[in-house]
């Protein structure tokens, strides 16, 4: 690959995703414009460090919680027309 002498150059994230490079913003560039790619794998913000071992527990009682609901619901239509069957409505509420 030759090398390009770039009259401009920046950085800007990207995901490479199915074998192409995907920016994660705006690019103005006319179609079919040449680029050199230089990769540089990022580090994960310093805000998107693990969950706190409380904030886990509370999100997997949580979990637990509706799952349990879920479970309890009946297979077949009860008269009420609510059943296991509409467990989205329990995940995702009543659309």
Known sequence: MAAYNLPMSRTIPAVFDAGVFRPLEPVELAEGTRVGV??????PPEDAAELSPEEQARQRAAILEMLAEI??????????????RDHDKVLYGAR
């Open 71 to 84: 479970e309890s619901l009946p297979i077949r239509e009860p008269d009420d027309g609510f059943s296991g």
């Open 38 to 43: 230089q990769i540089a794998i990022a580090a």
